[in-house]
Structures are given as C-alpha cells and as structure tokens.
C-alpha cells in the first residue's frame, strides 16, 4: 500500500530520472531518516539530532554561511525534545502516585491528531498507545491500521517489531544467568565466543554498556544485502568479527548491535538453548507474556506490518529481513499488553534477584544502565529505551517509584514515538507539552529553482566547529551535497543516501516532511542567485557554500 499527500499538481520524481552528469537517481530512503537513525540504523523517532527551534532567523542566517556570526540562540522553546539515547526530558519535581488525569485518553488522542494535519494521510499515526500502573492499565488505545490493505486495526494487542527494545530483555538473561552461577560479567567474551579477535580482551560487562569498542554492525554498508538472508549465531558473528575495534574496551561508550548480539550468543553458550528458546522459557513465561516471540510472527495475523517512508513522501513495505540477522540486539516481537506484563515482573521481582535488577537500572556515567537509558523527572528515576527497527519505532518509559508505564509503539518510521511518549508522559503528570506545529508549504514558480540548484560543500567554519561534535561518519556524508531540481520539485540530496523533498516556505527557506525538523535557508547574492546556504536545527546551523 501508498498512502499519498494529495496534491493534484504536483508530479512525482520520474522513474527514469537522471542527474546532470547522466548517473540515475538512486531511490532510497530519505536522507534525514537515516541520519536519524541510532543503533539499528533506521530512522528513529524522537533521536533529537537535529530537532528544531520555533522560527528562522535569515540575518543572522546568512552572517553564518559566510563565516561571520556564532549560532543563533534566540526564542529557545521551553519544550526539550528528547535526546540522542531516546530519554524523555522532564522537569525535576512532581508528586509520585499521584492520580493519573481522568480525561487523559481524550488529551492523547489531540496529540496523535496534530500528526499530519497538515502534512497529509502519509505523515499520520499508526500504532498503539498505553498508559499503566503497576500491572494495571489505566489508558490504552490503538490508532490507524496494522495491516497494508487498512482493513485490521491497531489496538493494545496488536504485535509490533521491538527492534532496540530487545536490549533489556536480552540484558536480563545474561543477569538471570549470572544470578544462577552460570556466568560472570567479568569473564571475556573468548570463553563464550570461540576465536573471536581481541575476545580475550573485550568482557561480557562491557558489552552489557556498550563500552567494547566493537563497531555497529547494521551500519555496514552492504549490510542491506545480507539482511534477509536466514544466520546461524557463527555466521551472523563471522560478518563482523574482523571488524578493528573503534577505541580500547573500556575507554569510551558507543551503542552497537554488536554487542547485545554477541551478548545473545553468550546467552546461547551459557544456557545450552537458543537465544529465542531461553527468553521464551526465562522470561516471557514468567512474566505471562503470551504474544510475544522471538522473529516475526505473523501467521497469526495478529503482527502489525511496518510501513518506511521514502524520496517520494509516500508509504511503503520495508525492505523484508530475517529477525535472526538482530538476534539478542533487536530480534524480539510483543505487544503492548505484554510489555506492560514485563515491566510488572521486571521491576516486581519475577525475573532478577533485587541486586541484579539495581544494577541494571543503575546509569553509567553515559547515563546508560544495562539495556535502558537512565535519567530522572517529576521526582523519581526514569528509565526509558527507543525501540526501532525497519518499519517500526516506539519508546517505552516507566516511572520506577509510582511503576507507571508509558509505552508508544508504530508501525511507521514516520512519527516520532519518543516525542510522543514524552508528551504523553507529560499529561500523565499534569504538564502540558507543546504542540506539534508542522510547517506550511508555499507555491513559487519552478522557474526560479536555478538560482538553487548545484553542488555545496561545508564551510571550513562549520567542519572546525562541528567535526568533534559530531558522528564522523553522518558528519562526513555532509561534506559535499547537492540541489537538484526535478520537474516542479526541489531536492536535497546527499550522496549515496537518496533525496529530500524540500518544500517551499518562501523569502528562500524550504523545510523537509519528517520529523528530523532540518530546514535550509540559502544565502542570496544581489542577483538573487545562492551562494551558499545554511541547514538549520535547534542545535546547529551547517553552513554550505556553493561551488
């Protein structure tokens, strides 16, 4: 299924597109979704890489893209998105157990439905949305379709892929197996892993804080071609082990699905079951989790089917993968009800001793404990994790002292679900978060595109002041981009990583339709052609010239 944003005049990107030098348009997914992404390398909502603040600011705009002014910090929104671990952002003091609001489903549902307002079918929300206490949930609603004809709709039970939300599941079988004597997390990795390079080296502890130093192997650039092919554990191993090691174990902290994948196959040696078989038994049972599995399960017909969104702002299939290819680091499918059954037992006591589930919930100083993201608000801890992976994103938050759930989970790569599961979160305490303003489109005449179109590099400005702040590798791919016109269309577009549609906002600032809040505002000579110009976010502005 396509779902559209209607506009009878418009023409979409040809299928026999070229560049200026003749070499096809490659069509992939948009390049914010994937500068985006975190770990599985997928757009991942609510990542707050480059989320942006109320309004552009052209003079001080255009002082940038010649070098000649800092970043601008004016009208700063009291509103924080959250950050790059997926932690919601709240205010320190609150009153836990206190009474959950009356209408609070009335106020979630106005949230949802600013989602593609006025962006259109394609930019609406599909997934599911439940707020609970203890085991009890106390809000619980589904919104859009979990199957690609729209005939079944989502509801609290309906199955979605875990993606990053796995990791705590798959952190607690290794504590589970460590409370029973069967392994230590000082041990090295060799002692579960034969012959893997520097094992002797790396610990289980360290791949539990992703401190090993083992690169993410989902961000390989062939990775795509493998995805869906079926992988025992060696082989899945054998595609990264020669891989160097990005810094010496221990040193630095770097999210991986390497680790909690190898975390799995140590589950594996330990245990004598797959890694599948040892969750089902040592968790899902005793959690009473009883649509949950291990890979996609989607005989039953109870599964949601993931939607991505691609160069065209249209709704596809994702590409098809097999869930063992994600193993212990994003392998699992569950569905609301149940994860509200796991956080119950987690935090009640039914899976780990209280020393091992402390330890767990402990943050690092990286603020990460083990398969969970560690902060504070409304005056208790708060744990919280993304879940993303092709097709799907979600964020799940509890609330440790008063054991409140808030869990967001689509079937898109559209809407951010960690935005929406810190607002929803907000309500919950009797906050009022800021609504979602999505920018309008202004008509201007495709005739005046040329003053844009070309080829842009970084200012050497930009790449001192951003180069150390910044992923190397999505910093890098900045470097030099492109504009390129298409019929009544213009398009960012960044080597390798497929093409934006930039919409017109006028006085020559365009925004993207995804939730990466990028716009770009170009710099114009007396002539008013481009000579540069700037991509804006809340916490950066990345200037271009124009060769």
Known sequence: MCIRDSDPGTEPLPADATHADGMPVQR?????????????????????????DPGPYPDTLAAIATGGADTPNAEESLYAEPDSLGRPQFRESGTPGAPIPDDLATSVASIVSDYGADWGPAFKFHGSIVVARGDEIISGQGFGWADAEDTVPNTVGTRYRLGLLTEQFTAAAVLQLRDRGDLSLDQPVSRFVANYPRGEEITVGQ?????????????????????????????????????????????????????????????????????????????FEPAGMTQSTYGDAYDSGEQAHGRVWNDEELLDPPDPIHMSVFGGAGGLVSSPTDLVKWNAALHGGKILEASSLKEMVSASEHGYGYGLAVDHGYGQSVLSFPAAIDGFNGSLIYFEEDKTTVLVLCNTEVVPASRIAQDVAMLVYGDEPERRREAHEVKIAPSTYERYVGTYRLTEDTWSRYAELTDPERFAMLQTVHVRAFGDR??????????????????????????????????????????????????????????
């Not at 599985?40 to 909502?45: D, I, M, R, S």
């Not at 040193?251 to 909690?260: E, G, K």
């Open 490 to 547: 213009l398009y960012f577009d960044v080597p390798g990583h497929g093409l934006t549609w930039m919409h017109p906002m006028g006085r020559g600032q365009f925004f993207f339709k995804d939730h990466s809040g990028n716009r770009v505002m170009f710099n114009l000579d007396e002539s008013k052609d481009a000579r540069g110009m700037v991509l804006r976010s809340k916490n950066a502005a990345f200037a271009f010239t124009r060769r």
């Open 207 to 283: 791949l539990l804080q992703h401190t090993s130093g083992i690169p993410n192997y989902t961000a390989l650039p062939y990775f795509h071609t493998w995805k869906n092919e079926a992988h025992t554990t060696e082989q899945l191993v054998a595609r990264f082990s020669s891989l160097p090691l990005e810094f010496q174990p221990g040193t630095d902290f770097s999210p991986s699905n390497a680790n909690y994948y190898l975390l799995g196959a140590v589950v594996e040696k330990a245990s004598g079951m797959s890694f599948g078989e040892y969750v089902e038994r040592n968790l």
């Open 28 to 52: 992939r997914r948009p390049w914010g979704r994937i500068a985006a992404g975190l770990v599985l390398g997928v757009g991942l909502a609510g990542a707050g890489a480059y989320a942006l």
